[in-house]
Each structure stands twice: as structure tokens, then as C-alpha cells.
């Protein structure tokens, strides 16, 4: 099977995806910051009586937070999140997640099945590590786009 043909009938729920690491909309952004530390994940979900209400993600710390001015630590994480995030889905095919990621800037989604239970998050990261043990001869084997590089050294 060919690579475009693959991304297309493989499924979201064949990759490696994270299970849900999640807090209350009441926990604080630090409480999410340093549950994002303690569990080494690049976002948290916002979880309220079992139904998904929102994702904070590394960027959202940083525009949000650390940037001046930004919100409390103190304050709640929903104070931060981005409510009503997108999602994917199990039986969503690998080539909807990369147009779902790469037209919303998505580094992170959270990851539910057909009856929108939810099942994790999945990460580009993720999704690259299983596309290069699967085609390990294209994902390594990818020439460089010559348009993204200056045409000068850098330094002295």
C-alpha cells in the first residue's frame, strides 16, 4: 500500500496515544502546570463530570501565563484553556489528523471514541514516531525543502 493510501485508511486508534491526563475546571493553573511537569505531557484536559470542557497546552502557559501580564497562577485553568477544543476520534483516519492538526496549528488534540468517551490525547510527535515505524524508508528518506533555509551562514 502506498503511503497517501495508508494515511487514509489507518486509523487514529492505531497509534501509541497518551490516556487522558486531566483536571477539575476549579483546579488553578499551577495545579495544571505542575501536573503537566509531573506527568512529562505537552497538555492537560479540562474534565468536568465526566465530559471534556476544554485543553491546556504548553502554548497556552506560555501565551498566557509566563508572558507579561499574563493570568494568575492562582487562578483557575479555565482561566487559560481553550474551551470546546477540537477533537479527533478513534475510527478518524491518520490523513484527517494531519489536516485537522496542520489547519488548526494543533500540536495536541484530545483523542474520543464513538461515544465520545474519552479515550487520551495524541500528539504530532506521536503520530510522526508511528508513520516512521511503518514507512521508515519515506519518513527518513524525506528531502529537505530548500525554501525554508537562508541562503547565508549563520554567525561570524
Known amino acids: 500500500m502506498d503511503f497517501r493510501s495508508y494515511l487514509e485508511t489507518e486509523r487514529v486508534g492505531r497509534v501509541d496515544y497518551r490516556p487522558p491526563v486531566w483536571v477539575a475546571p476549579a483546579a488553578t493553573v499551577a495545579e495544571a502546570i505542575d501536573l503537566m511537569r509531573r506527568q512529562a505531557v505537552g497538555c492537560v484536559l479540562v474534565v468536568d463530570q465526566g465530559r471534556l470542557v ?34 479527533v476520534r478513534t475510527n478518524d483516519s491518520l490523513g484527517s489528523l494531519f489536516r485537522c492538526m496542520f489547519e488548526g ?28 515505524d511503518q514507512f521508515p524508508q519515506i519518513v527518513y ?16
Open 105 to 132: 496549528g494543533f500540536r495536541h488534540l484530545p483523542v474520543l471514541d464513538d461515544n465520545d468517551g474519552l479515550r487520551g490525547t495524541i500528539s504530532i510527535q506521536r503520530v510522526i514516531r508511528f508513520l516512521a
Open 141 to 156: 528518506n524525506i528531502p529537505p525543502v530548500p525554501e525554508r533555509f537562508g541562503n547565508f551562514r549563520d554567525g561570524a
Open 54 to 87: 476544554g485543553i491546556v497546552t504548553e502554548r497556552d502557559v506560555l501565551r498566557k501565563v509566563l508572558a507579561r501580564g499574563g493570568a494568575d497562577p492562582a487562578a483557575p485553568v479555565t482561566a487559560i484553556m481553550t474551551a470546546d477544543p477540537m477533537v
